[in-house]
């Protein structure tokens, strides 16, 4: 027991070297990290600086690395010690580090908000030279086409404030990520994009609208909402959702989840309000024809931005905002079949029975074609609207339609083509039977060239001549000439028989020529005063018509009175209408009510070959006046 008395007790138990190093490392990042700390949160350093900024930008980086270092320090330290009171003031100081960064990322954030205001919003979206890859769940900013926007676009973008703005978020990111503290990182960001989201959709007239607000709306109404929506969803999509989309692939490119989840609470809930808005506008009770373009430019414009939605939306959680736009482009389809349907229902119900003044255009032909050639302007949008869309034929058609353009399938595969060239085939029907109440068949015939004709030129100057093709052309201009062949006949027949065809082969004695002459200036002058009130609006079919007649005319009455002025001695012969005479009253024909203007047929004539209309009695010698 006295030897135990006087045992020594054991030295103290020396650190392990291993333990001291750690320990040494944590100490040495501390003091550093302190030191910058307390650099700029303390009360004397300037309130226009700040240590993400071009003067201290090297300083920022060397403090970010130092808390990279000090987390790593710390977990060598816990494998090695985990109770040591080193950790405390470390973990301490390392919540005072991310309160200085998460501080320097909402700066960062809330200085160049204005990056994504709508009047510049327009401009940058001029940079944009790349797009999103749906084929890899890569972030963007890692591909090729990133580096290409960086180089052409990220300048613009924080326009109004630090150019290295980007970079010093991504790094305030990656460093708060890596130490454990996303969640506060993420939060912050969150809450200033999403309100940025909100002002610029609210900026760019963006309203959460119900479907029972929008059905409550009069047309001028709903009609200014339509003109909004489609500036905004152009901007939204190619400005807006696509920078947020790229900022945040940029900003937290070291965790793919991270980037999905910010973007999709960014921007869904607008990007739901924006796309739900077209598929309310469709549901209105009142879908009457005059409203289709309307629809057909919501349709056109959330086409052809889907695949960059598509692409831009490309996370699962975003699903539902791909279905949105594929629901809405339904309802917008069904809106415009809707529509197309009353149109033609339209044209089978109309009733007008008052004859066109002067067998001039109807304006039911008007109105169809005018309708045709814009509707064919969105003929990508309406293949797809028209695709699989059965065509329901009245039988009978009305009128007395038939022959070749029937059945316009016989001609055509395309849907639109099909639905076109009948609708058109539904209107010249209608035409045909308008041509009935006019008591003079020859002024019926001139109404059915004037609107074929009408026809004729609307599909020959518009995209419809793409849709019907050079056959329906020259199918239809061939019926043209033969309405306008049955025209003349009808109208001038009397006229043209009034002389012989072939005077040169005949004996004509003096009284006989002035008895056909006398014959044909009677009937001229009662087909010229029976005409001057018709029209034909279309100049090329008026000079043909005219060209004829004057070839007809003209050829014969010259012929005859050169015959007769050999054969009459020298004697004269009284003549109301002189060869230019004619030509020069033909001239004045077809231009309406009064004419062109330039003369009006007397019960004299001219004489003279002037054309004037003047009632002096003229002797026709030798084709020459006197």
Known sequence: MGKNLFRSSPPPEKQPAHQSLAESAVQECMSNINTVISKWTSSSSSSEEFLFSTNSRREAEEFVEAVKHLQSTMHRLVAVNASSKKLVYAHNLMQSAMKLLESEFRRVLNTNRDYLDPESVSVRSSYRTSRFSTSTTTSVSDSEDETSYSENGDDQRFSSGDSDAMDDLKTIADCMISTGYAKECVKVYKTVRRSIVEETLHNLAVERLTLHQVQKMDWETLDSKIRSWLRAAKLA?????????????????????????????????????????????????????????????????????????????????????????????????????????????????????????????????????????????????????????????????????????????????????????????LTLCKIDGKAQPYKDVALSYLFLANNLQYVVVKVQTSSLKLLLGEDWVVRHEGKVKQYADKFEKLAWGKVLTSLPEYPAEEEITPEEANELFARFDDEFEASYRKQISWVIPDPKLRDHIKVSLSHKLMLVCNELCEINRFGLGGDGFNVRYTPEDIGNYLSDLYFGSRGSGTGSVSTKGSGSGSGTGSSTTGTYRGGRSH
């Open 237 to 425: 999509v190619r400005s807006l959702f696509f920078g947020e989309r790229l900022l945040a692939d940029h900003v937290f490119s070291s965790s793919i989840n991270i980037v999905e989840s910010s973007f999709t609470d960014i921007t869904q809930e607008g990007a739901l309000t924006l796309f739900t808005f077209p598929e309310n506008a469709a549901k209105i009770k009142k879908l009457s024809p005059e409203k289709m373009f309307r629809f057909l430019d919501m349709y056109e414009t959330l086409a052809n931005l889907y695949v960059e939605i598509e692409t831009i939306f490309y996370f699962d959680s975003a699903a539902a905002v791909r279905s949105q736009v594929i629901n809405s482009l339904a309802k917008l389809g069904d809106a415009v079949r809707t529509m197309m349907t009353a149109f033609e229902t339209a044209i089978q119900k109309e009733t007008s029975k008052t004859p066109v003044t002067g067998g001039g255009v109807h304006p039911l032909t008007r109105y169809v074609m005018n309708y045709l050639s814009f509707l064919v302007d969105y003929s990508e949008s309406i293949a797809v609207i028209f695709e699989n869309w059965q065509m329901n034929v009245p039988s009978p058609l009305p009128g007395s339609c038939g022959g070749d353009d029937a059945d316009p399938e016989d001609f055509y595969s395309s849907p639109v083509s099909v639905r076109i060239a009948w609708v058109i085939l």
